[in-house]
Nanobody
Framework: QVQLVESGGGSVQAGGSLRLSCAAS???????VGWFRQASGKERDFVAA???????????NYADSVKGRFTLSRDNANNTVYLQMNSLKLEDTAVYYC???????????????????WGQGTQVTVST
């Protein structure tokens, strides 16, 4: 059974950094790996996504709210995607979810319904 396992969440002061990890167990990633977040009482929002391939560089897509602050990278050998989050703001506080979808395309990366596999989520709390 394929599972996605997130790690790296925690508490940090505004302006600080965290790195989230998303590891797939059971089979290698295929398609697209995305990150979404859900703040308390709000809808789940797109954060970033990256295409997964062993042969070509990943194509990334970022929400406007995180562009220039968050960076995706992938480790093919370890079947892991990383979300480096810098210059964190109070509004970045949320539960962050990793998701994977074999049929996700570049234009549909921000659509959560396109993803068919989700992790359990990891809490990120940014404080003053």
């Amino acid at each position: 059974q394929v599972q996605l396992v997130e790690s790296g969440g925690g508490s940090v002061q505004a302006g600080g950094s965290l790195r989230l990890s998303c590891a797939a167990s059971g089979r290698p990633f295929t398609g697209v790996v995305g990150w979404f977040r859900q703040a308390s009482g709000k809808e789940r929002d797109f954060v970033a996504a990256i295409t997964w391939s062993h042969w070509i560089p990943g194509i990334t897509n970022y929400a406007d709210s995180v562009k220039g602050r968050f960076t995706l990278s992938r480790d093919n050998a370890n079947n892991t995607v990383y979300l480096q989050m810098n210059s964190l703001k109070l509004e970045d506080t949320a539960v962050y979810y990793c998701a994977a979808g074999q049929k996700v395309t570049i234009p549909t990366m921000p659509r959560s319904l396109e993803y068919d596999l989700w992790g359990q989520g990891t809490q990120v709390t940014v404080s003053t």
